[in-house]
């Protein structure tokens, strides 16, 4: 079992289902309503940062395809933005053609900021292995500024720091009269 999707419309429904079926290192759900690459009070749940972001993208866990973009970079004869590099995600969640942000733009075309990103933490592998684990990595560090509520595990602990979260979500819910 890699990744869980499962709708939890209360707090009381998560902390059931994280004692039964957690716990997990990473945890996700929408923000904001209407939810994007979600279903209302859906979560995605699994033990691997890259196996969360695949399925909340739609694929499958190791399945998404980075590959090289229509341009060539060195043809000065083709009219490209300077921020985009050579890469981009194919079969890219067209939801997020309308998402701000500096790592990707539209169609799924990767800017510097994931050339910036491989060069200052290498990993190894081919370019095309290098260039997604530039990704997923700007990715993890910006979903909140995309809508998401992303619980990751805090220093040294193994899975996933959801208490703060539920004790906040609990409030709410009693506040609002439904406990």
């Known amino acids: 079992m890699k990744v869980v999707r499962q ?7 998560f902390r059931r289902f994280w004692k039964q079926t957690g716990p997990f290192e990473f945890a ?16 995605i749940f699994g033990h691997t940062a890259r196996d969360v972001l695949e399925a909340l993208m739609g694929f499958a866990p190791g399945k998404t395809k980075i590959v090289r973009s229509d341009f060539n970079v060195k043809n000065t004869r083709i009219l ?7 890469w981009k995600i194919q079969d890219f ?16 075309h990767l800017t510097r900021a994931v050339e910036n990103r491989m060069n200052a933490v290498p990993v190894p592998g081919d ?23 992303w619980l990751r595990p805090r220093e040294n602990a193994r899975y996933a720091a959801v208490q703060a979260y539920l004790s906040e979500w609990e409030k709410d ?3 609002a009269g439904l406990l």
């Open 93 to 108: 969640p067209e939801e997020w053609n309308h998402v701000v942000c500096d790592f990707f733009v539209p169609e799924g």
């Open 7 to 13: 709708v939890l419309p209360h707090a009381s429904d």
């Open 127 to 149: 370019d095309g292995h290098q260039v997604a684990a530039a990704f997923f990595s700007l990715l993890e560090n910006h979903l909140e500024a995309m809508g998401y509520v």
């Open 173 to 175: 819910e009693k506040d």
């Open 80 to 86: 490209r933005p300077d921020h985009l590099i050579a």
């Open 28 to 43: 996700l759900t929408s923000a904001e309503f209407p939810p994007v690459l979600l279903g209302p009070e859906e979560w």
